[in-house]
């Protein structure tokens, strides 16, 4: 989810110039190798893990809702707890942002949504507009 297996060929200028290649065979091959160890797929979804969140992932609580306030486009939350991310997607349900846990305002386009996701990826719907 945050892009490591896509192929690409691209040469970047930092320190000195080095070249990022990443072959659809190198992607392939790492998956593969992977799969083959056998182990289970996680039961969390870890792409929202940060230091503020670790604990989430290892006690593994329901979301407790908060309040959710709107005031046009504009939707205020208070007292959410246990919330790993929050997604705000567009009217076709793809995600736009993401935000930690604990942010408290969110601007929505109109048909979009918001999301609570707790350590476990089962999005909660918070607001729509």
């Known amino acids: 989810k945050w892009g490591f297996l896509k192929p690409v060929n691209h040469t970047e200028q930092d320190y000195s110039e080095g070249t990022i290649a990443v072959t659809q065979t190198m992607v392939d091959e790492l998956k593969a190798k992977v799969n083959a160890l056998g182990y289970p797929a996680p039961d969390a979804h870890l792409e929202y893990i940060t230091d503020n969140t670790v604990s989430l992932y290892k006690s593994k ?3 407790t809702a908060g309040t959710v306030s709107k005031s046009g486009s504009t ?3 208070s007292n ?3 919330v790993a991310a ?4 567009d009217s076709s349900d793809k995600i ?3 935000s ?5 305002g969110f601007s929505l386009s109109t048909g979009g949504k918001l999301y609570a996701v707790p350590y476990s990826g089962a999005r909660q719907q918070v607001a729509a507009n």
């Open 96 to 98: 736009v942002s993401v």
């Open 80 to 82: 959410w707890k246990n």
């Open 100 to 104: 930690s846990g604990s942010t408290t």
């Open 86 to 89: 929050f997604e705000v997607c």
């Open 75 to 77: 939707v205020t939350l």
């Open 61 to 63: 609580p329901p979301i």
